[in-house]
């Protein structure tokens, strides 16, 4: 999970536990506070990284569940455009590891 706000990326990951996926939630994230696009990209790519390490051990895709919208003092375009300049960067990589992105 990569999700904007501490409040949401509570929603988020109860939900993924709701549904019966709570022991697959290998990341539970936020990236609230107004960050700028450097700092979501540097946290993109570490995420990005990690997941992308290598393909999961019983042949599963790999899920990675972006979150956010409308934040009170978060610039959400800017932290938007470090997130897409991540998976950019990685798109063979996830493709490699059968990633879906949500």
């Known amino acids: ?11 988020y990951a109860d939900t993924v536990t709701d549904l019966g996926f ?4 290998a990341n539970y994230g936020e990236y609230s506070g107004a960050p700028n696009e450097t700092l979501t990209y540097e946290y993109a790519k570490t995420v ?6 290598e393909p999961d ?12 919208g409308i934040a009170n003092f978060t610039d959400v375009a800017a932290t ?10 990685f798109r063979d990589k996830l493709a490699a590891v059968n990633a879906k992105i949500w």
């Open 1 to 11: 999970l990569m999700v904007a706000g501490g409040g949401a990326s509570v929603i």
């Open 22 to 25: 709570g022991k697959e939630l």
């Open 48 to 53: 990005l990284k990690l997941m992308t390490n």
């Open 57 to 68: 051990a019983e042949g599963r895709d790999k899920v990675l569940i972006i979150g956010g």
């Open 80 to 89: 938007f455009k470090g997130i897409v300049r991540a998976l950019t960067e």
